[in-house]
């Protein structure tokens, strides 16, 4: 099955083409880092225009890369939640739009579904159930993958997401938007040697599976103004190095529990920040010390992209979920909830 997929739930305008789910034909993004870059950080209106401007082409891209033509198209599938309200309806009209003109199925698709589905790209051997722990710019989640369109979520972050938190104090010094990927190397840089800076890691024993970053955000920001108020210098790498351990060490200590409580001898990765190396390398060594095999998608499928909402809608198409031209557009809703 040929499935046209609209990503424009942030600040990418993707399209794909992917057959059968697993597949994928085509996948241009178009991202628009530059744009928001100078503002610090995405812009939601300046989002919504560009998605907007770049739609057409990008589909046209898609379809020209992948070798076929509007009528091969038997579903398009788009996502509809979570995301920046107006870039979802931009996408989503532009999708209402494609499968009333070619008279397919329109396909609405939760985007975190669709970084969990990433991992079906990458490993065409991988099959539910599984836990994934999702680790993007907006969301950190630990999911009970049960089925394909089928996911429990176990825990999470109670405020700031991994990715904000990179993100924040990334800014803080001085990196521009988007910061986390600055911050990984320059982390790299700092000697194995050094002894690491004290970073709160908050638990909670009344939900040991939730996690929660603006605490690290704020110690960062603190140590940052502290230093300069008193004219004191101090390694940045080494904090970077500090600020990408810290972090881990709260995701990689839930996928533990999680997996103990699950039982369950496969774990996935998903989402932008699933490209960061310090969380990469620790979940690699979680298939040795906890004896379960780790699935980690290559970076190019970490970020926003529509092959993954392809890959996500073709699952969907199979359970059964269409959306028609009342479909709308949600800026919050939970992997658990359906269409």
Not at 137 to 155: E, K, P
Not at 187 to 204: D, E, G, T
Request: charged share 20%.
């Amino acid at each position: 099955m040929l499935i046209l997929s609209i990503e424009t739930s942030c600040d990418e305008t993707s399209a794909a083409v992917t057959r059968d789910g697993r597949e994928v034909l085509s996948n241009s993004v178009y991202t628009q880092i530059a744009m928001h870059a100078e503002y610090g950080g995405v812009v939601p209106e300046l989002a919504s225009r560009k998605h907007i401007e770049k739609i057409t082409p990008v589909v046209d891209s898609a379809l020209s890369t992948a070798g076929v033509t509007r009528a091969d198209i038997e579903a398009v599938a788009v996502t509809a939640a979570p995301g920046l309200i107006g870039a979802l309806l931009t996408g989503l009209s532009f999708a209402k739009g494609a499968a009333l003109s070619l008279g397919v199925p329109l396909v609405p698709v939760h985007h975190i579904k669709g970084h969990i589905a990433a991992n079906y790209i990458a490993f065409p051997e991988l099959t539910p159930p599984f836990l994934c722990t999702v680790v993007s710019g907006g969301h950190t989640l630990f999911c009970d993958v049960r089925d394909y369109d089928n996911v429990r979520i176990l825990g999470g972050t109670r405020d700031d997401a991994a990715g904000e938190a990179f993100d924040k104090v990334a800014r803080v010094l001085g990196f521009p938007y988007p910061g986390g990927k600055e911050l990984d190397r320059l982390a790299r840089s700092a000697p194995a040697s050094c002894p690491s800076v004290k970073l709160p890691r908050p638990s909670f024993p009344d939900a040991p599976l939730d996690c929660s970053f603006s605490g690290l955000k704020t110690a960062v920001i603190n140590l940052v103004h502290s230093a300069a108020q008193r004219g004191e210098e101090f390694d940045r790498a080494v904090l970077a190095r500090s600020i990408c351990e810290a972090v881990t060490d709260i995701l990689v200590s839930r996928t533990k529990l999680a997996l103990a409580e699950l039982g369950y001898d496969r774990a996935a990765l998903a989402g932008g920040v699933a490209a960061n190396s310090f969380i990469r390398e620790a979940f690699e060594k979680l298939s040795e010390s906890e004896g379960v095999r780790v699935f980690l998608p290559p970076p190019a499928l970490c970020g926003d992209n529509a092959a993954m909402i392809g890959c996500a809608g073709y699952y969907a198409w199979r359970a059964g979920v269409r959306g028609g031209s009342s479909q709308n557009a949600f800026a919050t809703m939970s992997p658990e909830d359906r269409f």
